[in-house]
C-alpha cells in the first residue's frame, strides 16, 4: 500500500489530498467533456470505414467511465475546435481576400504561362521577360523555362520518327541523341513505340484466313480480352447480313415462312416482332396489280378496301384508289375519239362506227375499268379511215362533196385552218409540157406562163427563166431557124456580122450573148479561111505549080509556125510521091484476079495499097471465087 493511500506524515497527508482534487477535477472534466465528444463525433465528419486500429481510441473518447482520460479528452476537444475555427477563419477571409484582389488588381501570369503565350505569340519579347522578371529569373533562364514548355514528341513518337530518319531497324541510337531515356527503359520504351494488330485488325486476319483459332485468340489475349470474351469476339469477326437480305437469300433457298423467325431474330430483330416484320418485308401486290385483280373478278370492287388497307393505305384515301380504278382515257385517246365524232353519236351512228360491236369486248374492258360508254367510245373510234389522197380522188370523182372530205380531213386530225388550202392544192398544174403547147396555142400569154410555171413548183426567178425559155422554144420551133444554122452560115461566109447578128435577134438570142456568139463564130471563121488555104498550097504543090519555095513562102505567109510549115511540106512531098504511081482500082484489081491475070497474093497487096483491111480484103476476094 502507497504512502498516499495511508498517510502517514503531513506530506503524505497533503499528497493524499491533492491527489483526490485531481482525480475530482478529472471526474468533472470527463463529464464535461463526453458530452462534447459525442455530440461533435455525431454530428461532425463520418468515421465510417475507419481503421480498426483506432476504434478503441473512438470508443474511450465517447466514455464516461475512462479514469485519467480528461487530459487526452481535452487535447481532443482543443486541437477539433482549433482546426474547426481555422477552417471556419479562411472561408471567412475569402471575401475580403476577393475583395482586395478586386480593389488591387495585382495579380499576373506565371512564368510558364508567359512562355506558353509567347510561344503562341500572343505576347511580345518585353512582355515575356517582364513576367519572367518578376519571378526573378534572368535572361538566360528565362530561355530555358521558354525552352522546357515548348512541346516535344514524347518517347514513342521519337522512336517513330527515329525509323523514317534512321535504321527502320534499329531506331535507338538515333532517339538516345535526342532523348535521356535510362538504359533499363529503353527496350520498354522500343515497344510501347511499335505497333501492334488491334482487335478489329485480329478480327479481319482471322475472318481472313490469314490467322487460325489459336493465333487470333494469342492475340487478343495480349490485347487484354478475357478468356470468356476471346470466343465471343472470334464470333462477332463475321458479320450476319441484315435482317431483310437474309430473309430474302432464305426465301431464294427455299426456306419458308414459318421457318423465317429464327435466322430474323439473329439479325437483330426481337422475337416479339418476328412475325411482323417478316410479313412487313414480304412483297405484296402493288395497288394497281390488286385493283387490276378486282376487276377481273367483280368489276363493282366491293372487296377493294380490305385488300388496299393490308397494304398500308390509309383509311381516307380509300375511296380515292376506288374512284381512279375506273380510269378516264388518257388525252390522246380522248383526242381521237373527238375526231372520230365518238362524243357525236349520231354522226358515229351514220358512219356505222358502232356496228360490229362485240359482247365480250366490252365485258373485257369492264374488267380493265372501263365503263360501258367508253368501250363504245374506243371502239367507236378505232376504225381506219381512208387517207388525204383517196379523199382527194373521191373528191376529184364526184364520189363525196367538199363537206364529207371536210369531215374527213377533221377526223384525220387535220387543222381547220390548212383544210381548204389542202383542197385547193389537191388539184394538179399545168405540165411543162402543158404550158409550152397552150403558149404555142395562144392558149397562155406569158403572164399565164409564167403562173403556171409557179403553180408547178418554181420561185419566181426561175419561173422566169422559165417562161423566157418557153417563148424562145416557141419562137425558134415556129420559125423552123435555130442560132446554129446562122452561126454556121456566117462561118461558111455565106453572110457577113451584120447579118449574122440580124437573124440571132430575130429568132430569140438575148442581145447580152449575140456579142460573145459572134466572136467566137468569127474565130472559127478564120481557122477555116487559113484551113482552105493551106489545103489550097497543098494541092498546087502537089501537082507542080508550086516548088518547094514558093509553097514554103506561101505557108509563111499565113502565120504558121516554121516546124509546122516543115512538117506540111515533108507530108505533101512524100503524097506527091505516091500520086506519080498509079494503082489500079479495087475493080481493076478483082477483075485481073477473076481473069486469072494475077494471083491472090498480088491481088491481096493491090487492096492493102488501096488501104482496105483484112477482113474487107478476104470478103473481096471470096466475092470473085465464088
Keep these: 500500500m502507497s504512502d498516499l493511500e495511508s498517510p502517514q506524515t503531513y506530506g503524505d497527508e497533503v499528497g493524499a489530498v491533492a491527489l483526490e482534487v485531481q482525480k475530482k477535477r478529472s471526474e468533472q472534466k470527463e463529464k464535461l467533456y463526453t458530452p462534447l465528444i459525442k455530440a461533435y463525433l455525431k454530428g461532425g465528419p463520418s468515421w465510417v470505414g475507419i481503421s480498426a486500429d483506432l476504434t478503441p481510441l473512438v470508443e474511450k473518447l465517447q466514455s464516461e467511465t475512462e479514469e485519467g482520460w480528461d487530459e487526452v479528452k481535452g487535447t481532443f476537444l482543443g486541437t477539433s475546435a482549433t482546426l474547426l475555427a481555422t477552417a471556419a477563419g479562411q472561408q471567412a477571409a475569402k471575401d475580403l481576400e476577393y475583395m482586395a484582389a478586386k480593389e488591387l488588381l495585382n495579380e499576373q501570369i506565371k512564368p510558364e504561362m508567359a512562355a506558353t503565350l509567347y510561344q503562341r505569340k500572343k505576347i511580345g519579347e518585353d512582355t515575356f521577360l517582364d513576367r519572367m522578371g518578376n519571378f526573378a529569373y534572368d535572361k538566360d533562364e528565362s530561355a530555358h523555362l521558354y525552352k522546357s514548355t515548348m512541346p516535344y514528341p514524347s518517347i514513342p513518337e521519337l522512336f517513330r520518327y527515329g525509323r523514317y530518319e534512321s535504321s527502320p531497324d534499329n531506331p535507338k541510337p538515333f ?74 437469300g432464305d426465301i431464294y433457298q427455299g426456306i419458308r415462312y414459318a421457318d423465317l423467325k429464327d435466322n430474323v431474330t439473329k439479325a437483330g430483330i426481337h422475337p416479339d416482332y418476328a412475325s411482323k416484320y417478316i410479313d412487313g418485308v414480304l412483297t405484296k401486290p402493288n395497288t394497281a396489280d390488286i385493283i387490276a385483280h378486282q376487276l377481273r373478278f367483280d368489276p363493282s370492287l366491293s372487296g377493294l378496301d380490305d385488300e388496299l388497307l393490308k397494304t398500308g393505305i390509309h383509311p381516307d384515301y380509300l375511296q380515292l384508289y376506288k374512284t381512279l380504278a375506273y380510269p378516264i382515257p388518257p388525252v390522246a385517246d380522248l383526242i381521237t375519239m373527238a375526231v372520230r365524232e365518238a362524243f357525236t353519236p349520231d354522226i358515229a351512228a351514220r358512219f356505222g362506227q358502232y356496228e360490229d360491236l362485240p359482247k365480250e369486248y366490252v365485258n373485257a374492258a369492264q374488267q380493265k375499268g372501263l365503263s360501258k360508254e367508253w368501250a363504245e367510245r374506243y371502239w367507236a373510234a378505232h376504225w381506219d379511215l381512208p387517207s388525204i389522197q383517196q379523199g382527194f380522188a373521191m373528191l376529184h370523182r364526184g364520189i363525196i362533196s367538199e363537206s364529207d372530205l371536210n369531215m374527213l380531213l377533221r377526223a384525220l386530225d387535220i387543222m381547220p385552218f390548212w383544210r381548204d388550202k389542202l383542197m385547193a392544192l389537191s388539184y394538179k398544174p399545168l405540165t411543162r409540157v402543158d404550158v409550152r403547147r397552150m403558149h404555142q396555142l395562144g392558149t397562155l400569154d406569158e403572164g399565164g406562163v409564167k403562173k403556171a410555171y409557179q403553180d408547178g413548183g418554181y420561185n419566181d426567178y426561175n419561173a422566169g427563166r422559165m417562161t423566157d425559155f418557153t417563148i424562145r422554144y416557141n419562137r425558134r420551133i415556129l420559125s423552123g431557124f435555130t442560132p446554129r444554122d446562122a452561126v454556121n452560115a456566117y462561118i461558111n461566109r455565106l453572110i457577113e456580122a451584120s447579118e449574122c447578128r440580124n437573124l440571132l435577134s430575130q429568132i430569140g438570142t438575148k442581145e447580152s450573148e449575140i456579142p460573145n456568139i459572134l466572136n467566137l463564130a468569127s474565130n472559127k471563121r478564120a481557122w477555116k479561111m487559113k484551113t482552105e488555104q493551106i489545103d489550097a498550097i497543098s494541092n498546087l504543090y502537089r501537082k507542080g505549080k508550086y516548088d518547094y519555095g514558093q509553097a514554103r513562102s506561101m505557108l509563111g505567109g499565113l502565120g504558121l509556125a516554121s516546124d509546122y510549115v516543115k512538117t506540111l511540106l515533108e507530108q505533101w512531098a512524100a503524097k506527091s510521091e505516091a500520086d506519080k504511081t498509079a494503082t489500079f482500082t479495087n475493080a481493076q484489081t478483082l477483075k485481073l484476079f477473076a481473069a486469072e491475070l494475077i494471083d491472090e497474093v498480088r491481088a491481096r497487096e493491090e487492096l492493102t495499097l488501096l488501104g482496105f483491111n483484112t477482113e474487107r480484103i478476104d470478103l473481096l476476094i471470096k466475092s470473085v471465087s465464088i
Design 175 to 248: 532517339v538516345l541523341e535526342l532523348f535521356d531515356i535510362p538504359n533499363e527503359d529503353l527496350a520498354k520504351w522500343e515497344w510501347l513505340s511499335l505497333q501492334k494488330p488491334t482487335t478489329e485488325q485480329t478480327q479481319t486476319m482471322f475472318r481472313r484466313g490469314k490467322w487460325d483459332d489459336a493465333r487470333a485468340i494469342t492475340e487478343l489475349t495480349k490485347l487484354g480480352w478475357k478468356d470468356d470474351d476471346r470466343e465471343v469476339v472470334l464470333e462477332l469477326a463475321h458479320e450476319l447480313p441484315n435482317a431483310m437480305l437474309l430473309m430474302q
